[in-house]
């Protein structure tokens, strides 16, 4: 059962465009939800996170929208660049499970210049 | 600071053979863990730690081992290598207190099992 489904795939955006992952969930005790991305060769690093007690984060151009009634959340990239080219992960976490990650299957972002 | 410090990078092991992958971090983290990346897979909880002499399974431990005798380390060991191990590796690391920040991964171990 996986409880973490990203979509799409894959995402092709041109540059200064908006790139938009989504991610559903399904156990209602999580209670955070990351936001990684990974580049070729490289670990997932952090990007952004957010709790369930807020419905949007914004950090720079990168936005997580928060729907808890739906059970889901997305990552926007706002003016999306050449460099933001990677392969992004949601994730999430419950403090009754130590804050083990929850991995989505993971987004290839190719921002074309 | 190193953050956290995986090794090898890369490794060739035949199946059958035995091998120790190395994790170690210098954050004074209490949450360790270590992942396998598969494509199309995502990453996947292979054992987790909340502090020294503390483990416990992710989703899929069979045929890794992990000890957690001090702070800093949290190797995996690889008690017979199969093809189905052939993955990359990440070992992450944690404050407890999720507040503070998220999980730091390694650079990763590219394992190939033949």
């Known amino acids: 059962q996986q409880q973490v489904k990203q979509s799409p795939q894959s995402l092709i955006v041109q540059k200064g465009g908006i790139s938009i992952i989504n991610c559903a969930y399904e156990?209602?005790?999580?209670?955070?939800f990351p936001w990684y991305q990974q580049f070729p060769g490289k670990g997932p690093a952090l990007l952004i996170a957010?709790?369930?007690?807020?419905s949007e984060k914004k950090e720079g151009r990168f936005t997580i929208s928060f729907n808890k009634s739906a059970k889901q959340f997305s990552l926007h990239i706002m003016d999306s660049q050449p460099g933001d080219s990677a392969t992004y992960f949601c994730?999430?976490?419950?403090?009754?499970?130590?804050?083990?990650?929850?991995f989505g299957k993971g987004t290839l972002l190719t921002v074309n210049p | 600071n190193a953050g956290v410090t995986q090794t090898p990078k890369f490794q060739v092991l035949k199946t059958g053979q035995s091998m120790t992958l190395q994790c170690a971090q210098d954050?004074?983290?209490?949450?360790m863990s270590w992942y396998r990346q598969d494509p199309g897979m995502g990453l996947r909880l292979i054992h987790y730690?909340?502090?020294?002499?503390?483990?416990d399974q992710g989703e899929v431990p069979n045929g890794y081992n992990v000890s957690r005798s001090t702070t800093e380390d949290f190797p995996l060991r690889l008690l017979s290598a199969a093809p189905s191990q052939t993955s990359v590796y990440f070992c992450?690391?944690?404050?407890?207190?999720?507040?503070?920040?998220?999980?730091?991964f390694g650079s990763g171990t590219r394992l190939t099992v033949v």
């Open positions: 992450a690391s944690s404050y407890s207190n999720r507040e503070k920040s998220g999980y730091t």
């Open positions: 156990n209602t005790a999580f209670d955070y």
């Open positions: 730690s909340v502090g020294a002499g503390i483990t």
């Open positions: 954050m004074n983290h209490e949450y």
């Open positions: 957010i709790r369930p007690d807020v």
């Open positions: 994730a999430a976490a419950s403090r009754g499970s130590n804050y083990k990650l929850t």
